[in-house]
């Protein structure tokens, strides 16, 4: 990515360009960040990944899988958004502008505000060419006419919203690779995000019950915790070598946790391919990639 139009794109590449400074500049410094972002995190954290997903799962606890899975999260990060970088610096040399692709992921407050915000290209040509004709399609307004008649407006609202968005994730789980766990993540996606659309009369009901102010820096933070927490078990499920590790892993997560190991008290977190002086240009890198992001 980015996936573009060709008349975005197609147009531009027509037009004559003339060689500026301003586009050399920005250009050079757009692809230095996503070097940046790929060789300085993304090559690093790659071994800690390597390591803990590697042979399966052995006796790892919930601190080293956890440890595991921010390293890899990382790592897809730098991959992906420093190769769109590259490509549209270069692109920006040339005096052809590019779309973004990623827009701080890592502050998503949500599964579909996720979304919005990773491979951000996808997400656009799967709503144009999947979502809204699946929404729109006969046998999806059918149904929605009878949940209607039988159950009222809000079941018949429910049906496009619970339908486009598990085919559009079980076909980005068969867009990343034709295997049982990349289908199985997309469905995970798909079931979330699909039952909080459904759920949303629930949630403002407790919220008003509980007395809670959506518009507090706090509850933006259990937000972005929440769906971090989700992400994680989708990184997972695609990562493991199976299956059936991906559920042991996922279980250690939530039952066995280490704090001297994550806060390296024991020094065991340098044992996974990245030395203390690396952890160190690792931890300062990921914090610049935050701040600037």
């Known amino acids: 990515g980015p996936l573009n139009r060709f008349g975005d794109v197609g147009v531009q590449l027509k037009e004559p360009h003339k060689l500026e400074y301003d586009n050399l500049k920005n250009g050079a410094l757009l692809i230095l960040w996503g070097l940046f972002k790929k060789l300085v995190i993304a090559d690093r954290v790659s071994a800690i990944a390597g390591t803990v997903f590697g042979d399966g799962f052995t006796d790892y606890n ?23 970088d590259i490509t549209r610096g270069a692109a920006q040399m040339m005096g052809i502008n590019l779309p973004m692709n990623f827009e701080r992921p890592f502050f998503s407050i949500s599964l579909a505000d996720f979304w919005r915000r990773w491979h951000m290209s996808l997400g656009a040509w799967m709503r144009e060419y999947v979502f809204y004709p699946v929404m729109l399609c006969r ?9 209607r008649k039988k159950h009222g407006t809000y079941a018949g609202k429910l049906v496009p919203s619970v339908a486009a968005p598990m085919v559009v994730f079980f076909l980005i789980g068969i867009w990343h690779g034709i295997t049982s766990q990349y289908i ?31 518009e507090t820096f706090s509850y933006k933070l259990f937000q972005i915790f929440r769906t971090t927490v989700l992400l994680f078990i989708s990184r997972i499920i695609v990562k493991a070598p199976s299956l059936k590790d991906a559920g042991l892993m996922i279980k250690a997560l939530f039952t066995s946790i280490d704090l001297d190991f994550l806060l390296g008290l024991d020094g065991k977190i340098y044992d996974y391919g990245v030395n203390e002086k690396e952890m160190s240009i690792v931890i300062f890198s990921v914090l610049v990639l935050l701040v600037v992001g």
Do not use: C, R, W
Request: hydrophobic share 45%; no cysteine; proline share 3%.
């Open 62 to 84: 919930g601190s080293q899988i956890l440890f595991g899975v921010i390293a890899y999260s990382f790592q897809i990060y730098g991959d992906f958004s420093g190769g769109t």
């Open 184 to 214: 199985v993540n997309g469905l995970y996606n798909a079931f979330l995000i699909s039952g909080s659309v459904a759920l949303i009369p629930v949630y403002k009901k407790l919220i008003e019950k509980l007395h809670i102010n959506t």
């Open 139 to 147: 046998p999806v307004s059918n149904l929605s006419k009878k949940m």
